[in-house]
């Protein structure tokens, strides 16, 4: 499926159009239309974690979001052997608006609730 970048990927924004791909449950392949060098993993943060945050105003006029909206939101995750030492970015989600294929990246403030890359073993159960 492919979606408009409304707003860019931080420190990639030449990227204008994304294909999102299903690898399994939890994770995803996010790849750039025009860069076949640039993709990410990402990851579903809800199978980790309570994860809440409100999309502001600007961006929910932007993608189109209303309360009948089917969105995705997902996380950039960086791939680590083992994978239990994957670090993931919690203060940038990416949403998906899958009703008219729009996407942007949401910073959020950073809080003692969310960090910039945490691994994905300190929310396994031990």
């Given at each position: 499926m492919k979606f408009d970048?409304?707003?860019?990927?931080?420190?990639?924004e030449d990227i204008k159009e994304v294909t999102l791909e299903k690898i399994d449950d939890i994770f995803m392949k996010m790849q750039s239309s025009n860069n076949k060098y640039v993709?990410?993993?990402?990851?579903?943060?809800?199978?980790?974690?309570?994860?809440?945050f409100e999309i502001s105003d600007n961006i929910q006029k932007m993608l189109e979001i209303n309360d009948d909206s089917n969105i995705i939101i997902l996380n950039i995750v960086l791939i680590q052997t083992p994978i239990e030492e994957s670090v993931v970015n919690f203060i940038a989600p990416i949403v998906f608006n899958t009703d008219n294929n729009k996407a942007a990246q949401i910073i959020l403030q950073e809080t003692l609730t969310y960090n910039v890359a945490e691994k994905i073993s300190s929310f396994l159960k031990k």
């Open positions: 970048m409304q707003v860019p990927i931080l420190g990639f993709s990410f993993t990402m990851i579903d943060p809800f199978v980790l974690r309570e994860y809440d």
